[in-house]
């Protein structure tokens, strides 16, 4: 990858993308860059046309090709005159260090909180890449493989090479990856297991909320598998195997059904939810309990497991 920069002050950078970066989407591009920034600021720029791709606009989701120019604005992360710098809080770094599932040259697997948005952002200075990069300045490669939501806990895989960053995202594409979740839903689930598969795209709105839709005509494919495991009266757990990773998938899917996720803000049963806050339950009851791949070039086989958080099973526990 060639850099061409015209001072040594803040000014426009041109990137040459060689075979390390093709196939990365524009904006992880540009948060790896751009260290210290945040995604929404990202979007910001690619949207109004500060970043370039060949001389022309691209989307934040535009997969680099080997060969293309990036054009790269000014950004200054820091006052010169006060020496700021971004310091990771100490409940956050606590928090990243304890959960730790597995680590090695290539891959670094942690049991998420809820709670950590994976990304900063929306008023959040620090999400889990961000604090991670600066808490590990000597880790020249570090990026998140995939995503949770901000209040959903459990396994979540980030790439410390560019090499098994690429094979992660292939087996995403292709299936190859295998992922189950645990979720509480609202209501008796009858008969047993369920497949949904409904195209989801990003097109309602609430408000200034954007929200996630089941679509036949505009929705990406999306299926998700839901096997009962346990039983109450007005609750049931289910494990979720999802085959693709849309947003908010499993809850649109759910709620889709009938049966929306407890405790879920945006599309679940809202009285249920006061009253599963009212029992103690401060978030949306999911979790990304396991994971599992085999890399394509070394062979070398992964799973991954995240037992139910302690808020989690404690709800359980009082429902009986």
């Known amino acids: ?23 990365q989407r524009l904006d992880n591009f540009l948060l790896g860059e751009l260290k210290g920034v945040t995604r929404s600021l990202v979007y910001r720029i690619v949207r109004k046309g500060e970043v370039r791709v060949n001389k022309g606009r691209a989307k934040p989701t535009y997969r680099l090709v080997a060969g293309d120019r990036v054009r790269i ?38 049991d998420k909180p809820a709670g950590l948005a994976v990304h900063g952002g929306s008023g959040l200075r620090f999400g889990v890449i961000e604090s991670l990069r600066e808490l590990r300045p000597h880790t020249p490669f570090l990026e998140l493989a995939h995503r949770l939501d901000r209040e959903t806990s459990g396994v979540l895989v980030l790439a410390k090479s560019r090499g098994i960053l690429v094979q992660l995202h292939a087996l995403l594409r292709e299936g190859g990856m295998h992922k189950e979740y645990l979720a509480l ?10 497949t949904v598969d409904a195209p989801l795209a990003r097109s309602a709105r609430r408000g200034n909320e954007r929200l996630v839709e089941v679509s036949e005509e505009q929705g990406a494919a999306a299926v ?97």
């Open 1 to 23: 990858m060639t850099v061409i920069s015209r001072s040594d002050t803040p000014a426009v950078r041109f990137v040459d993308i060689d075979e390390t970066h093709a196939g």
């Open 73 to 110: 604005p000014p950004l200054r992360l820091a006052s010169p005159a006060t020496g700021a710098k971004s310091v990771v809080p100490a409940s956050m770094a606590t928090a990243l260090d304890t959960a730790v599932l597995y680590e090695d040259a290539e891959l670094l697997v942690l």
């Open 224 to 320: 998700s598998r839901f096997r009962p495991v346990r039983r109450w009266r007005e609750h049931t757990l289910v494990a979720v195997d999802i085959g693709t990773g849309r947003t908010h998938q499993i809850r649109v899917h759910a709620a889709s059904l009938g049966y929306p996720v407890v405790g879920d803000a945006k599309y679940g049963d809202f009285a249920a939810n006061r009253g599963a806050r009212d029992r103690g339950l401060k978030r949306q009851f999911l979790h990304a309990a396991s994971l599992a791949f085999q890399v394509p070039d070394s062979g070398r086989k992964f799973r991954f497991e995240a037992p139910l958080p302690e808020d989690l099973q404690a709800y359980l526990d009082r429902l009986g």
């Open 185 to 194: 839903l609202v209501g008796a689930w009858r008969g047993g297991s369920r």
